[in-house]
């Protein structure tokens, strides 16, 4: 039933895996990438060391399961180097990016048309501070700016870690233009930001960066939150350098600190084209876009709320239902970045706020469209690049799919057990943050605070369920093929009636819902064309399965 009221960076290290409140989420060797650029060759003003630097951090990320590609000496084009590694890691992974060389403040020539009093105009030049990483052979450093609206618009990993080796004195600044200036943390889209030094700051002269040595040290350190990790790295480059560096680095979201460096033991997943034939629960899988996938195998549950109805869970009656066949569900909430890649453009639909991030779930697209993204859209791509096996295609999950795969074994009434005091750490939802940014949210559990507030999360902030899914107990509610009934239907891989639907059945809680709206078992219905009122709290997520 509907409930929506009107309204509406961690630190380098995590290598492996993030944590949100006391316990770790696991990522995977092939969700770990690493771009690693060094400049040296600058001409009349040389920097040797940052080969040396690159070599040592390179070597170490690949001991810890990192996929490493590395540049030297980019003479000009960063864009084009950025934007074409920060697309490989797959959705919710750790993307890392190193740099060593020279960077500066500067003076960036800006340009305005203005109107004079006779009604003639003019073009007028005038400066802004800026800065950025230099090139060997560049006029005009590569703007921090441009770095993170890459970030924000082409990474697709959950965990962006910025490192920025270049406390040197830069021979093409003033003395008052050496040093970068900060990035502001909540611009960066989820992750970490590391200076070799604090914001227009440089190391003395005669002093090298202890940085990257520090680091490759403390990479496969083992059970220890990231704050106490980068910690240690601060306190091991001032030993190092004789306090003379001194580490700046600040975390984009307020779990990021507690992420911890965890080797992958927990989960198997899949490298080829095609899914594996023999799948075991929570297998994973990548398809050509970087969504990833969860297995979910055949098996029988008990679907619904089984406790006294209220007015809101009155249709959930609960029903045995049978799931004959396995299906792949994606781990993930469908974000602004699958959509975008899967169509060539940009999303339908208003958007909650302004993109934060390409990770961010997409929300405000329509029923009917979400409907035809798998078949439609999702499935014709995935054909085309070799990765659809036969007799497989992408939907919508049924609803009783989606209660299956959200419950992942379990019978509770969340699928971490029946109390809704660990929820915070499961779901984007109704709590303090939330409250005290907009107060017509009154009923938020002002005991939960994730600092997100009047949002969606990036996808994958919080932890799974027992197969590897994220979020389905919170952040946006997701469209399933189903028209709504009164009550729900059992029996045998059911489905509510599919044609000539006039609405449509939506699961899972969002980001402002309260506890209860968030079990496993909770209905909402929704019209099926309607893309106003509360369409900013639907996403959808899809499933690969058998076509029947």
Not at 163 to 184: F, K, W
Not at 186 to 208: F, H, Q, R
Not at 394 to 416: I, K, N, Q
Not at 468 to 488: K, P, R, S, T
Request: glycine letters at 8%; one cysteine or more.
């Amino acid at each position: 039933m509907s409930f929506f009221r009107k309204t509406t960076v961690m630190a380098l290290m995590v290598l492996v895996s993030f944590l949100v409140g006391a316990a770790p989420v696991f990522l995977h060797g092939q969700d770990r990438v690493a771009l690693l650029i060094a400049n040296s060759d600058y001409g009349e003003h040389p920097l040797p060391e940052a080969q040396t630097q690159l070599a040592t951090l390179s070597q170490a990320l690949r001991n810890a399961g990192f996929t490493v590609t590395v540049k030297e000496n980019i003479e000009k084009d960063f864009r084009r180097e950025f934007e074409s590694f920060l697309p490989t890691c797959p959705n919710g992974g750790v993307s890392l990016v190193y740099y060593c060389g020279f960077a500066s403040r500067y003076q960036r020539k800006m340009s305005r048309t203005v109107e004079k009093p006779d009604g003639t105009k003019e073009k007028q030049y005038y400066f802004e501070p800026d800065s950025g990483l230099w090139g060997t052979k560049s006029n005009t450093p590569y703007r921090l700016h441009d770095l993170v609206q890459a970030f924000r618009m082409k990474s697709h990993a959950r965990l962006n870690l910025l490192v920025l080796d270049c406390g040197y004195h830069c021979p093409m600044a003033t003395e008052s233009r050496q040093g970068l200036t900060a990035i502001n943390p909540k611009d960066w889209p989820g992750g970490m930001i590391c200076y070799a030094m604090p914001p227009e700051n440089v190391l003395p002269a005669e002093t090298s960066s202890s940085l990257a040595t520090s680091l490759s040290q403390q990479v496969t350190a083992k059970a220890r939150p990231l704050d106490e990790l980068m910690a240690e790295v601060q306190r091991d480059v001032g030993r190092q350098s004789g306090n003379r560096q001194k580490l700046w680095y600040q975390f984009a979201w307020p779990n990021d600190a507690r992420a911890h460096v965890v080797p992958n033991t927990k989960r198997k997943i899949a490298t080829t084209k095609l899914p594996p034939s023999a799948p075991r629960p929570g297998d994973e899988w990548i398809n050509s876009l970087g969504m990833v996938f969860c297995w979910c195998p055949p098996g029988q549950f008990r679907m619904g709320i089984d406790a006294q109805p209220t007015p809101q869970t009155r249709d959930a009656a609960p029903v045995d239902v049978t799931i004959s066949q396995g299906f792949w569900i994606s781990k993930y909430e469908l974000t602004l970045g699958d959509y975008g890649r899967a169509r060539k453009r940009n999303p339908e639909g208003r958007e909650l706020v302004a993109l934060v991030h390409a990770n961010q779930p997409i929300t405000g697209i329509k029923g009917p469209t979400a409907l035809k993204f798998g078949e439609g859209t999702l499935a014709p791509v995935e054909k085309k690049a070799g990765c659809l096996p036969a007799g497989w295609g992408y939907r919508l999950p049924t609803e009783a799919e989606w209660e299956y795969a959200c419950r992942a074994g379990s019978s509770t009434h969340f699928a971490f057990g029946n109390s809704a005091d660990d929820l915070h750490r499961y779901a984007n939802y109704a709590d303090r943050t939330l409250h005290e940014e907009d107060s017509s949210f009154h009923y938020g559990d002002l005991a939960a605070d994730d600092g997100v507030g009047r949002r969606p999360a990036p996808i994958g902030s919080y932890l799974p369920n027992a197969w590897g899914i994220h979020d389905m107990h919170g952040n946006v509610a997701e469209f399933v093929q189903d028209e709504y009934l009164a009550q729900l239907p059992g029996g045998k891989d059911p489905v509510g009636r599919v044609e000539k639907r006039s609405n449509i059945v939506i699961r899972g809680g969002t980001w402002c819902s309260l506890p209860a709206y968030c079990q496993s078992g909770f209905r909402q219905v929704g019209k099926l064309s309607n893309n106003g009122g509360h369409s900013d709290f639907r996403g959808l997520r899809v499933v690969l399965a058998r076509e029947k």
